[in-house]
């Protein structure tokens, strides 16, 4: 079973920056897809980026220039870099994980980001 374990969901002003991490307890999460995804309230889930084992990356349009994501394969680690933040951004965020051999979903347990003055 894997695990995604995330971190760095905080109130912030808009404008403000933060940082999200998601650790997986995978041997090796090289092969895997991840991302981040979000969820505010009576919405929908949506992606807001998602980046390959090779490192290409699709980014939503809301948040295309503000948002940047990373990994680090050595530390099985996604990051998300969220720049100038707008109040509807205010979402729970969720680290993904897709097993690349049955395209499998996992899933952590979600950080709550507030943008809000």
């Known amino acids: 079973q894997v695990q995604l374990v995330e971190s760095g969901g905080a109130l912030v002003q808009p404008g403000g920056s933060l940082r999200l991490s998601c650790t997986a307890s995978?041997?090796?999460?090289?092969?895997?897809?991840m991302g981040w995804y979000r969820q505010a309230p009576g919405k929908q889930r949506e992606l807001v980026a998602d980046?390959?084992?090779?490192?290409?990356?699709r980014y939503s349009d809301s948040v295309k220039g503000r948002f940047t994501i990373s990994r680090d394969n050595a530390k099985n680690t996604v990051y998300l870099q969220m720049n100038s933040l707008k109040p509807e951004d205010t979402a729970v965020y969720y680290c993904?994980?897709?097993?690349?051999?049955?395209?499998?979903?996992?899933w952590g347990q979600g950080t709550q980001v507030t943008v809000s003055s």
């Open positions: 980046i390959a084992s090779r490192g290409s990356t």
């Open positions: 993904n994980a897709r097993n690349p051999l049955n395209l499998y979903d996992y």
């Open positions: 995978l041997k090796s999460a090289t092969g895997y897809a």
